[in-house]
């Protein structure tokens, strides 16, 4: 099982995903980020939300496993570093530590939230937003049974982490957190390029694992569209902040 299940282009992302970032400032409002301060955004992707830290004055260190965002990131003049999030390679370096839309990607979570534990300085804050539970389930349902169909296994582990509420606090709580406020926030989200373009970019990492052919996808992508008979997209995302102890 690999630590992360993600895999991006990052042109693809911004032209079909741009929607990601742009909902992301209310986590980002959560952080506050202040001049000065030093902040690691976990799962950077192309910088639009690291930059965005950046111009409200604080230092900033963005950090993804992906060679394409990475490089789109550095190309808005950012501190852009190529590392997974469970294999950090900071200590007490950080006043606060930031992350949109990732950690449910990190299968490796319990070493995640440890490294980023590490990661800050004591009395840091950890804020962000992920998906939580029950987050895509309409989408993702009908995208396996459009693979079985045709006649393809969809993977047998899971590609994300979608964590209850519960489940989520423990897990930061056992890594030294204190403080975890983590809550469940319904998103249902128009998909501006449709579902279809939504599967061949959102879910492509899925495809390759189920041995989906590139010349079949978008047939297989449009039945999941027709399926599912709406462009909404139906997200619930869980939002958190939470501290390291002085």
């Not at 690691?40 to 230092?59: F, H, P």
């Not at 007490?92 to 995640?112: G, I, M, P, Q, Y």
């Not at 590609?159 to 204190?178: C, H, I, K, M, R």
């Amino acid at each position: 099982m690999p630590a992360s299940t993600s895999d991006w282009d990052a042109a693809d992302y911004a032209r079909v995903g741009g929607f990601v970032p742009a909902l992301g400032t209310a986590a980002l409002d959560l952080l506050d980020p202040q001049p000065g301060e030093t902040i690691l955004d976990v799962g950077c992707g192309d910088g639009t939300l690291t930059l965005s830290i950046k111009q409200r004055g604080a230092e900033v260190v963005g950090i993804d496993n992906n060679l394409s965002m990475i490089a789109a990131a550095r190309a808005k003049g950012l501190d852009a570093r190529l590392m997974d999030a469970a294999e950090l390679k900071f200590a007490e370096a950080f006043d606060a530590a930031f992350s949109n839309a990732t950690l449910h990607w990190v299968l490796d979570k319990e070493r995640a939230a440890r490294a980023i534990w590490f990661a800050l300085k004591f009395g840091g804050r950890f804020c962000g937003e992920m998906g939580g539970d029950g987050n895509l389930a309409r989408l993702r349902e009908a995208l396996d049974d459009v693979l079985v169909l045709r006649g393809f296994g969809p993977p047998t582990y899971a590609a994300n982490w979608y964590p209850t509420v519960a489940e989520f606090t423990a897990l930061y709580e056992a890594a030294g957190f204190e403080a975890v406020d983590a809550r469940l926030v319904e998103r249902p989200t128009r998909l501006e390029h449709g579902v279809a373009a939504w599967v061949t970019t959102f879910r492509k990492g899925w495809l390759d694992r189920a041995g989906v052919p590139e010349e079949e996808r978008p047939a297989i992508a449009e039945a999941v569209a027709e399926r599912v008979g709406s462009d909404v997209a139906d997200y619930v995302r869980l939002r958190f902040s939470m501290r390291k102890p002085k």
